[in-house]
Nanobody, 129 residues
Framework: QAQLVESGGGLVQAGGSLRLSCAAS???????????MAWFRQAPGKERECVAAITLNGITTYYADSVKGRFTISRDNSKNTVYLQMNSLKPEDTAVYYC???????????????????WGQGTQVTVSS
């Protein structure tokens, strides 16, 4: 089975940093480099939104306007892992963060949930003011 496992969430004060990791395993990810990867988040009472995405080779990245300049997505295909470095965190960044993988080419724009085939279970990020 294909599995995405997020880690690195927690409680941090405003202005602090966290680094999320997402490790992919299973037969489907034997060719991890063929997957377009993204991080989404969902706050209570809100829709799940894409905050960052990265292409197969890691050269091109995309960010939501709300996190641009503060978050950095990266990937290490040799480790089947994608990362999200989050700096200058704000209380409004509080959410459950999900890792997602979409077989390339993705069938919809990267910010659509429907573009992704696999999802992790999520990791909680809480930013206190």
């Amino acid at each position: 089975q294909a599995q995405l496992v997020e880690s690195g969430g927690g409680l941090v004060q405003a202005g602090g940093s966290l680094r999320l990791s997402c490790a992919a395993s299973g037969r489907a990810f034997s060719a991890f480099s063929r997957y377009f990867m993204a991080w989404f988040r969902q706050a209570p009472g809100k829709e799940r939104e894409c905050v960052a995405a990265i292409t197969l080779n890691g050269i091109t990245t995309y960010y939501a306007d709300s996190v641009k300049g503060r978050f950095t997505i990266s990937r290490d295909n040799s480790k089947n892992t994608v990362y999200l470095q989050m700096n200058s965190l704000k209380p409004e960044d509080t959410a459950v963060y999900y890792c997602a993988a979409g077989g390339s080419p993705i069938s919809r724009p990267y910010y659509y949930r429907g573009a992704y085939d696999y999802w992790g279970q999520g990791t909680q990020v809480t930013v206190s003011s």
